[in-house]
């Protein structure tokens, strides 16, 4: 079978370019090693209950904001959003006392500066820089204009040093930082830019989704194979066929052939090119140069199943850190579990009651390192006992935050970078791709474009990881075939 684009992954990145290039009339086929579409959108089953594995919620879905164009684009506004609370969709505890970050970001400002009078003109200089990055978001990337909240002058920059040199009150900054474990808050690497953009478009709006992420999947795979693409599961690539410098095609499972005019790989950019015997167009030195860039932490979710009607639904996430210190990535000194994110799942009806809360904890893939040669299932019991371990860990931190889980945790479940490795494919389980350094700017920003003139990649190691992140690069990526100004004209549109 021939195609004019064949895409490796079924990852939100994957589907979104099926979305796109089937809508610009492209015939695409997307390869999936998984039985279930989505990768970090997926949603597990136990019971009769259904857990989030990486998607836990969105920001700037409001009309006019950053993520609204490109989910209206997507058709996935129709989706069963609910908007989380206005007065503080964030809780950030630190040690004992709980600050909230409001929606907007004049309420934002208003909110945190009843906790910190004498930094409201900070406050307020801070909010106005995250309204014009979180404004500017999109057309950054699409536009080749430079200007003041240009992507690379602000990749350039230290997020750490930046609300050092910003807001002089040490606790506000660790407020400000509270609700940052949506990324990896590495002092010595993290770019400014990552820290503003994902920070910025919370503020704009929150929002859940009733039903999980791979509702999300779900709609992206019916819009393609509407518009006559093929979407195909337990499909996984093996090979990517390269022939005189262009990619021909991909085989997967080992055996099966399909041949393409470009192929778009939303899998990791180092596993992407281990699809690609030794190639004289490939150069050693950008193998190795992709192979050794570091990854960012993964995640360990405790999944909480709750008794039925007994524990209220919070409509914020809480952030917790026991040591006050939301860039010690959560470990305290004597290596224990010192920060959690607990995400509350919407209930299915109009309810009251929850029926489970995610339990999310930064976890290195050093701690994994001597289960990397296991698969699922076959770990052995000391890595069952090191998950029980952690888990307990979580769940004391949870009954401390919520006296109301006290007795009503009927069962949890967990996962660890090591589930994400084996069922996701990310590189050492990592939970948002590949490390940005603002001090190595140019080697660990990636291109879409790789050394193969047809063959591109996409995903949330590129650029920016989230849903908002990876939905931009998704346009990089594709314009790469179609031209950017066709592409925005249909996004405008
Ligand atoms: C724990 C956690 C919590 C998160 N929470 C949020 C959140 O609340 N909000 C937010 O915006 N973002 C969140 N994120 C980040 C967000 O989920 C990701 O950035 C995004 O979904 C990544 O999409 P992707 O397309 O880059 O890749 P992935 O989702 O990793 O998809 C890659 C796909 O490729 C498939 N694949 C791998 N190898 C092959 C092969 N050889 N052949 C065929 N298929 C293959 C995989 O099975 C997978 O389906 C979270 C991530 C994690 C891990």
Redesign the pocket.
Same mark, same amino acid.
């Given at each position: 079978m021939k195609y004019d684009v064949i895409i490796?992954? %079924?990852?939100?990145?994957?589907?979104e370019c099926g979305y796109i290039l089937s809508k610009q009339g492209y015939n695409v086929c997307i390869?999936?090693?998984?039985p279930q579409?989505?990768?970090?959108?997926?949603t597990f089953r136990r019971g009769k209950m259904n857990f989030d +594995? @990486?998607?836990?919620?969105?920001?700037g879905l409001d009309e006019g904001q950053s993520l609204y164009r490109l989910f209206r684009y997507f058709q996935l506004l129709n989706l069963p959003w609910q908007r989380m609370d206005e007065n503080g969709f964030a809780e950030i505890i630190l040690k004992d006392k709980s600050y909230f970050f409001a929606s907007g970001y004049e309420h934002f400002t208003e909110t945190l500066s009843r906790d910190f009078p004498h930094q409201d003109r900070q406050l307020k200089r801070y909010a106005l820089f995250l309204k014009n990055v979180g404004e500017n978001t999109l057309n950054n990337f699409t536009s080749q204009k430079e200007n003041e909240f240009s992507v690379t002058s602000l990749f350039e920059r230290s997020a750490y040093s930046f609300l050092q040199q910003t807001i002089d009150d040490p606790l506000l900054r660790n407020v400000l930082s509270g609700a940052s474990l =949506?990324m990896e808050l590495c002092a010595e690497k993290l770019p400014l830019y990552v820290f503003a953009q994902i920070n910025s478009s919370f503020i704009q709006s929150a929002w859940r989704l009733k039903g999980g992420?791979s509702l999300i999947a779900r709609e992206l795979a019916q819009s393609i194979r509407r518009m006559g693409g093929s979407v195909l599961t337990n499909?996984?690539? +093996?090979q990517i066929v390269e022939q005189n410098g262009l990619v021909t095609g991909v085989q997967?499972n080992g055996e099966e052939q399909v041949e393409g005019k470009y192929v778009i790989s939303?899998?990791h950019p180092a596993?992407t090119l281990a699809?690609i015997p030794e190639s004289r167009y490939i150069r050693k030195i950008y193998r190795k140069r992709i192979t050794d860039l570091p990854n960012t932490c993964?995640?360990f +979710?405790t999944h909480l199943q709750l008794k039925p009607n007994k524990v209220a639904y919070r409509n914020r996430n809480i952030y917790l850190y026991k040591n006050q210190n939301p860039w010690d990535c959560g470990y305290s000194s004597d290596g224990k579990t010192s920060a959690a994110l607990f %995400?509350y799942q919407p209930p299915e009806s109009d309810g009251v009651f929850t029926d489970n809360i995610d339990v999310?904890t930064p976890m290195h893939w050093a701690e994994m390192a001597q289960w990397a040669d296991t698969s699922v299932g076959k770990r052995g019991k000391d890595y069952t006992d090191f998950k029980n371990r952690k888990a307990e860990e979580c769940i004391g931190l949870a009954l401390e935050t919520i006296p109301e889980l006290n007795n009503n945790i009927e069962r949890f479940y967990t996962s660890t970078p090591l589930t994400?490795r084996d069922? =996701? !494919?990310?590189w050492e389980g990592s939970?948002? !791709?590949m490390q940005k350094d603002y001090n190595h700017l140019l080697s660990t920003l990636l291109s879409v474009q790789t050394q193969l003139p047809n063959l591109f990649l996409?995903?949330?190691?590129l650029n920016l990881?989230?849903?908002? @992140?990876?939905s931009i690069t998704s346009f990089l990526s594709c314009a790469k075939i179609t031209g950017m100004e066709t592409l925005i004209k249909d996004l405008n549109q």
């Open positions: 490796i992954g %079924s990852g939100l990145g994957g589907l390869l999936e090693k998984n579409l989505g990768g970090c959108l997926q +594995t @990486g998607f836990h919620y969105v920001g =949506t992420g499909a996984k690539v +093996t997967y939303d899998i596993l699809l993964g995640m +979710t %995400s999310l994400y069922y =996701t !494919g990310t939970a948002y !791709g996409t995903g949330q190691n990881h989230g849903i908002l @992140g990876v």
